[in-house]
C-alpha cells in the first residue's frame, strides 16, 4: 500500500525551485508526495481542496497567479491544520515573521523541512518554544509534527544530524570549530593561499565572488560575519549552550568602519579598495610565520577559554585541514571526548541552491517515513 503526504512550499526562488526539481524526479513510489500549496511573497497556488497540484507548468502557473491573498502565517496555519492528510510544511524563505509561526505549526501536527537560520538563531525564546526541553538537544519539537533544519548550517552537508547523535548517544562536545560560509570560504581561499603566488587585493577578491554569484547581492551580508554567527549559534545551542542570540558574542565584521554608514552597494564596493591595505597587512603578518587567514566559527566547551563562541579570522599552518580548503566547500571539526585529539570532521559543497534543496528534501524524507498514511 502506498502511503501519502501533502507538501506545502513556502518560497521558490533558487532553493525552493530546485527543491520542487528534485521532488519532481524522486525515484521511489513508497511514499507519495501531493504538493497543495506553492508560494513565494506575492504569489501563490493553493489547492482548496487538497487534491494535488499540476506540476508540470508550476512555475509558469505560479506567475500567472493572482496576487496571494490570504497566506499570511496565520491563515498558513489554518489553512494546513485542515489538511486531510499529514503535511509537511517546507520553509525555503529566510522570513522572521513565518519562524515565529512554528510553535503554531507543530502544535497543530503539521510537521516543518526548513533551511531558515533565524527560526533557529534568533532570540532564545523561540528556540525554547521549539524544542521540548532546553537540554533535550536530540532536538524533539514540542507539539505533535516534527521539526528538521539540517539545511540551516552546512546546506546538504550532514552537519545537524551529526551534533544531534553525538549528543544523542552520550558523547561530550568538547569544541567545534569551523568554516561554515561558502561565500568566504572562497574568498580567504583565494585571498591568503600556500601556493607563494602574486598575493591579490582583498576587494579584487569579492568582486570576483560577487560576479561569480557566490556573494549575496550585496556582499556586505557576507562579510559581517552574521552568517556565520547565526550557524555557529544554531551549532553552540544544539552541543548544550543556551546562547542569546547570534549578536551575543564577539562576530569579527570584515566591512571596514568608516564604510559601514554607506548605503548604496555601489559606492561600497567602489570604496573597499581603499582599505586593502590593512588586509594585506594581516596577511602578510600570517605569511611570515608559514600560515594562511580563514575566516572560521569557534565554540568552545571545555572550560579552557573564557569566551565560549566566536567568529573571525584565524590563522592556520600549511598541516591544518582548513588551509588547504579549495573553492567554497565547508569544513567542520567536532572535536569531542570519544573522537580524542583526532576531530570527526565534515567536508564539502556548503553552499548552493541544489545541495541546499538536497538537506531539505532529505529532511522531508525523513519527516515523511514517520506521518505518512
Known sequence: MVRSVNVAIVGAGLVGSAFINQLQSLRSHAITYNVILIARSTKALVSKSYAPLPLANWSQDLAASSPASGLSPGDLAAYLEKSPLPVILVDNTSSDALAKVYPVFLSQGVSIATPNKKAFSSELGLWN??????????????????????????????????????????????????????????????????????????????????????????????????????????????????????????????????????????????????????????????????????????????GESAQKVKVGIEKYDAAHPFASLKGSDNVIAFYTKRYGKNPLIIQGAGAGSEVTAMGVLGDVLKIAERVAK
Open 129 to 302: 518554544s521549539l524544542f521540548s526541553s532546553a537540554a533535550n538537544f536530540a532536538a524533539e519539537p514540542k507539539g505533535k509534527g516534527f521539526l528538521y533544519h539540517e539545511a540551516t548550517v552546512g546546506a546538504g552537508l550532514p552537519v545537524i544530524s551529526t551534533i544531534k547523535d553525538l549528543v544523542a548517544t552520550g558523547d561530550e562536545v568538547v569544541k567545534v570549530e569551523g568554516i561554515v560560509s561558502g561565500t568566504l570560504s572562497y574568498i580567504f581561499n583565494e585571498f591568503s593561499t600556500l601556493s607563494g603566488g602574486a598575493p591579490v587585493n582583498f576587494s579584487d577578491v569579492v568582486n570576483k565572488a560577487k560576479e561569480l554569484g557566490y556573494t549575496e547581492p550585496d556582499p556586505r551580508e557576507d562579510l559581517n560575519g552574521l552568517d556565520v554567527a547565526r550557524k555557529l549559534t544554531i551549532l553552540a545551542r544544539l552541543a548544550g549552550l543556551d546562547v542569546q542570540s547570534a549578536t551575543s558574542f564577539p562576530v569579527q565584521s570584515l566591512i571596514p568602519r568608516p564604510l559601514e554608514e554607506i548605503e548604496a552597494v555601489s559606492e561600497f564596493m567602489a570604496k573597499l579598495p581603499e582599505y586593502d591595505g590593512k588586509m594585506e597587512e594581516t596577511r602578510a603578518k600570517a605569511a611570515e610565520e608559514g600560515k594562511v587567514l580563514r575566516f572560521v566559527g569557534k565554540i568552545d566547551l571545555s
